[in-house]
């Protein structure tokens, strides 16, 4: 591992001035390009004290042995030469796009002498115009058969072509009218071109001049009496409204733009594009990627970008490009994608109407692209045993953790504070495991305090367990309290994990220590994952554990702990929606849901119901004198809650809020 400073450049080398600039390595590989606006203050803020970096920006930048810089005299030229050497040299460093699968598209080979309409994936070809991409090559198909009623180009291979000029004789589509049939001279090279163009033209959008033509050629026809051509206008007509409705229009304006969404995580984004032509979707794509780099959403935005429209040119790069956060250099990507158009090119953020809310689609769109990545990548054996393994290895664990639990706390500013336990055994949940807690030992907000507390609850269980089978006896205990006897719940806490992950950091991590210690439980580990920086860190050490960006390891106890997170806070809005909405009139026995509407229909509010008699709480229907009686008793002893407060006005209501009951038991709730 280099140290930064030996290959630092004297501060008066660096020029202060637009360029371009590359890491490499020992090996002299390059692994980091990047471009400035000012080469001396970029290449400065890496050199600076290594602590203070950005872990991936430390990694990089003690991997590389020496860097070396070009001038240039503009951003625009420095953003092109960017381009052109991540795509040269492939930097490990360098987000890089990949796609997630392989889209198909729409292609018109107007590069040959007879333009053929084909379905084209991988790299674009010089000469041949490109529609979509598009999600199915079937819908592509489908597209095409009703357009080829309307424009019957070619769209037979180069084979089925030079046989059919041998014998003399059209293929199939010739005799049924979808192809000109040019393979035997039913139109001249010309007019079949002038078909092709014709495709395109309405394929990119224009469609309202052919559905007008053939609209007045239909009724011509029909006055001079040629029926059947008239029948014929009219289905071909239908058939490219047809071919129309399969791109349902999205914006009135018939606008041309191209919508970029960004959905990310700590290690990974998904960016999802919806191609937009004559206010119709035309196509989408997507990629996913690793952020090797620190690199926020602006930044992700400006490589797919460069990634999108580095080898376009023309009406590829569309008018209006929508985004959701502006690259750091705008202007000169605005005039990089201007130069690439050939005309002006609009970047910029939606901020209402059509365009934002179809930019909210986009991104859920990218939402579950990497949902369904995470899902494909966790469901690989493969992939799961080599996270176990390398989980093993980095916490010097004896074999791999095949059942690992992780706790997290969850409260609203100290009021309902609850925790969870989430299993993952062979790297997969397994939610019939999943736990629930209550906090009960104190009130308030301390996450280290609770979790010592959900931990020894947890294991205290277990050793319950082992005392019934004779595998663990009281002496064991060190400074723990002996397990009740077994109260006749289901066995809820029998198998013990290989590893304990909590959310948190040091004191997190000491807490649960602790109450293992203190139950005696020496063969289980204990590590923490904190949000911040993805770090690992383990009881007693000062320093972190560090897995790689790449690891399967980390990414693994990444999904455990979110998951922790997310179950913990569902129960914690539960428990809290719950307590807004109970009332007194809960806690009366035998007094249903409907009887209790009864009540507060009839008097009004719980207030009103407090103050009336027993004869008047008997004239309820449904409410015999005993029921009356008891209601009546309990709301007596309840004691009133504040005045309700209109959140929107600041008006005291007259009617009183109801005073909270206590959180009732659920299936899968540890009490």
């Given at each position: 591992?280099?140290?930064?400073?030996?290959?630092?450049?004297?501060?008066?080398?660096?020029?202060?001035?637009?360029?371009?600039?590359?890491?490499?390595?020992?090996?002299?590989?390059?692994?980091?390009?990047?471009?400035?606006?000012?080469?001396?203050?970029?290449?400065?803020?890496?050199?600076?004290?290594?602590?203070?970096?950005h872990?991936?920006?430390?990694?990089?930048?003690?991997?590389?042995?020496?860097?070396?810089?070009?001038?240039?005299?503009?951003?625009?030229?420095?953003?092109q030469?960017?381009?052109?050497?991540?795509?040269?040299?492939?930097?490990?460093?360098?987000?890089?796009?990949?796609?997630?699968?392989?889209?198909?598209?729409?292609?018109?080979?107007?590069?040959?002498?007879?333009?053929?309409?084909?379905?084209?994936?991988?790299?674009?070809?010089?000469?041949?115009?490109?529609?979509?991409?598009?999600?199915?090559?079937?819908?592509?198909?489908?597209?095409?058969?009703?357009?080829?009623?309307?424009?019957?180009?070619?769209?037979?291979?180069?084979?089925?072509?030079?046989?059919?000029?041998?014998?003399?004789?059209?293929?199939?589509?010739?005799?049924?009218?979808?192809?000109?049939?040019?393979?035997?001279?039913?139109?001249?090279?010309?007019?079949?071109?002038?078909?092709?163009?014709?495709?395109?033209?309405?394929?990119?959008?224009?469609?309202?001049?052919?559905l007008?033509?053939?609209?007045?050629?239909?009724?011509?026809?029909?006055?001079?009496?040629?029926?059947?051509?008239?029948?014929?206008?009219?289905?071909?007509?239908?058939?490219?409204?047809?071919a129309?409705?399969?791109?349902?229009?999205?914006?009135?304006?018939?606008?041309?733009?191209?919508?970029?969404?960004?959905?990310?995580?700590?290690?990974?984004?998904?960016?999802?594009?919806?191609?937009?032509?004559?206010?119709?979707?035309?196509?989408?794509?997507?990629?996913?990627?690793?952020?090797?780099?620190?690199?926020?959403?602006?930044?992700?935005?400006?490589?797919?970008?460069?990634?999108?429209?580095?080898?376009?040119?023309?009406?590829?790069?569309?008018?209006?490009?929508?985004?959701?956060?502006?690259?750091?250099?705008?202007?000169?990507?605005?005039?990089?994608?201007?130069?690439?158009?050939?005309?002006?090119?609009?970047?910029?953020?939606?901020?209402r109407g059509?365009?934002?809310?179809?930019?909210?689609?986009?991104?859920?769109?990218?939402?579950?692209?990497?949902?369904?990545?995470?899902?494909?990548?966790?469901?690989?054996?493969?992939?799961?045993?080599?996270a176990?393994?390398?989980?093993?290895?980095?916490?010097?664990?004896?074999?791999?953790?095949?059942?690992?639990e992780?706790?997290?706390?969850?409260?609203?500013?100290?009021?309902?504070?609850?925790?969870?336990?989430?299993?993952?055994?062979?790297?997969?949940?397994?939610?019939?495991?999943?736990?629930?807690?209550?906090?009960?030992?104190?009130?308030?907000?301390?996450?280290?305090?609770s979790?010592?507390?959900?931990?020894s609850?947890r294991?205290?269980?277990?050793?319950?367990?082992?005392?019934?089978?004779?595998?663990?006896?009281?002496?064991?205990?060190?400074?723990?309290?002996?397990?009740?006897?077994?109260?006749?719940?289901?066995?809820?806490?029998?198998?013990?994990?290989?590893?304990?992950?909590?959310?948190?950091?040091?004191?997190?991590?000491a807490?649960?220590?602790?109450?293992?210690?203190?139950?005696?439980?020496?063969?289980?580990?204990?590590?923490?994952?904190?949000k911040?920086?993805?770090?690992?860190?383990?009881?007693?050490?000062?320093?972190?554990?560090?897995?790689p960006?790449?690891?399967?390891?980390?990414?693994?106890?990444?999904?455990?702990?979110?998951?922790?997170?997310?179950?913990?806070?569902?129960?914690?809005?539960?428990?809290?929606?719950?307590?807004?909405?109970?009332?007194?009139?809960?806690?009366?026995?035998?007094?249903?849901?409907?009887?209790k509407?009864?009540?507060?229909?009839?008097?009004?509010?719980?207030?009103?119901?407090?103050?009336?008699?027993?004869?008047?709480?008997?004239?309820?229907?449904?409410?015999?004198?005993?029921?009356?009686?008891?209601?009546?008793?309990?709301?007596?002893?309840?004691?009133?809650?504040?005045?309700?407060?209109?959140?929107?006005?600041?008006?005291?209501m007259?009617?009183?809020?109801?005073?909270?009951?206590?959180?009732?038991?659920?299936?899968?709730?540890?009490?």
């Amino acid at each position: 591992m280099a140290d930064p400073s030996s290959y630092r450049p004297q501060p008066g080398q660096i020029p202060d001035s637009p360029g371009v600039y590359r890491f490499r390595d020992e090996h002299r590989r390059v692994i980091y390009v990047g471009k400035a606006k000012s080469l001396r203050q970029r290449l400065a803020s890496y050199f600076q004290d290594v602590a203070n970096l950005h872990p991936r920006t430390a990694t990089m930048v003690t991997t590389a042995a020496s860097v070396e810089w070009t001038v240039v005299s503009t951003e625009v030229e420095a953003l092109q030469l960017e381009y052109s050497w991540i795509k040269e040299y492939d930097p490990r460093f360098n987000v890089k796009y990949r796609d997630d699968k392989s889209y198909p598209s729409l292609a018109v080979t107007m590069n040959e002498e007879y333009p053929r309409v084909q379905v084209m994936r991988g790299p674009k070809k010089k000469g041949v115009r490109y529609f979509g991409p598009y999600g199915h090559a079937w819908a592509i198909r489908e597209t095409v058969d009703l357009m080829l009623r309307v424009f019957p180009v070619r769209t037979c291979s180069a084979g089925v072509f030079k046989r059919s000029a041998q014998i003399g004789r059209p293929c199939l589509l010739g005799y049924i009218g979808k192809c000109s049939a040019p393979c035997v001279g039913r139109v001249t090279p010309d007019e079949h071109r002038e078909l092709a163009e014709d495709f395109c033209d309405f394929m990119a959008g224009r469609t309202g001049t052919y559905l007008t033509r053939l609209e007045q050629q239909m009724h011509e026809a029909a006055e001079d009496m040629e029926y059947e051509k008239a029948a014929r206008l009219r289905d071909d007509m239908g058939a490219l409204r047809r071919a129309m409705e399969k791109n349902a229009v999205v914006l009135a304006d018939a606008t041309d733009a191209d919508l970029v969404a960004v959905a990310e995580d700590e290690l990974e984004a998904a960016v999802q594009i919806f191609h937009v032509r004559g206010g119709r979707v035309r196509g989408q794509r997507g990629w996913v990627t690793d952020k090797v780099e620190a690199v926020d959403t602006a930044g992700l935005v400006e490589h797919a970008l460069q990634q999108l429209y580095g080898e376009e040119k023309g009406e590829a790069v569309p008018k209006e490009v929508l985004v959701p956060a502006l690259p750091e250099d705008t202007a000169a990507l605005a005039e990089w994608l201007a130069e690439r158009r050939g005309s002006q090119v609009s970047l910029r953020i939606p901020q209402r109407g059509d365009k934002k809310a179809l930019m909210e689609t986009v991104h859920r769109n990218a939402v579950q692209s990497l949902a369904l990545h995470k899902t494909k990548r966790a469901g690989d054996l493969t992939t799961r045993s080599r996270a176990l393994e390398e989980i093993a290895e980095a916490l010097d664990l004896d074999g791999a953790p095949l059942r690992i639990e992780c706790f997290d706390i969850s409260h609203l500013q100290g009021d309902d504070v609850v925790a969870s336990m989430v299993v993952f055994e062979d790297g997969l949940a397994r939610k019939s495991e999943y736990r629930r807690f209550q906090i009960k030992s104190f009130e308030g907000q301390d996450d280290v305090r609770s979790m010592h507390e959900v931990v020894s609850r947890r294991f205290r269980r277990y050793l319950q367990e082992k005392l019934k089978t004779g595998e663990w006896s009281p002496e064991d205990v060190q400074d723990g309290e002996i397990p009740a006897e077994d109260d006749g719940r289901p066995k809820r806490f029998a198998y013990p994990p290989q590893l304990v992950v909590v959310d948190g950091g040091q004191p997190q991590v000491a807490a649960a220590k602790r109450a293992l210690e203190e139950l005696g439980v020496d063969d289980v580990a204990v590590c923490g994952l904190a949000k911040r920086l993805e770090e690992v860190w383990l009881s007693g050490e000062d320093d972190p554990v560090v897995l790689p960006r790449t690891s399967e390891g980390l990414y693994l106890l990444q999904r455990v702990r979110d998951e922790a997170h997310r179950f913990a806070i569902q129960y914690q809005r539960s428990k809290r929606g719950k307590r807004l909405k109970s009332s007194p009139l809960d806690d009366v026995p035998g007094l249903g849901e409907s009887r209790k509407q009864a009540l507060v229909k009839h008097f009004g509010s719980v207030k009103k119901l407090r103050q009336a008699t027993i004869d008047q709480i008997c004239e309820v229907p449904g409410i015999g004198r005993k029921t009356a009686e008891t209601v009546a008793a309990a709301l007596a002893h309840a004691v009133p809650a504040g005045p309700a407060v209109n959140t929107a006005t600041g008006e005291i209501m007259e009617d009183e809020t109801p005073a909270p009951a206590g959180a009732s038991s659920e299936r899968g709730t540890e009490q």
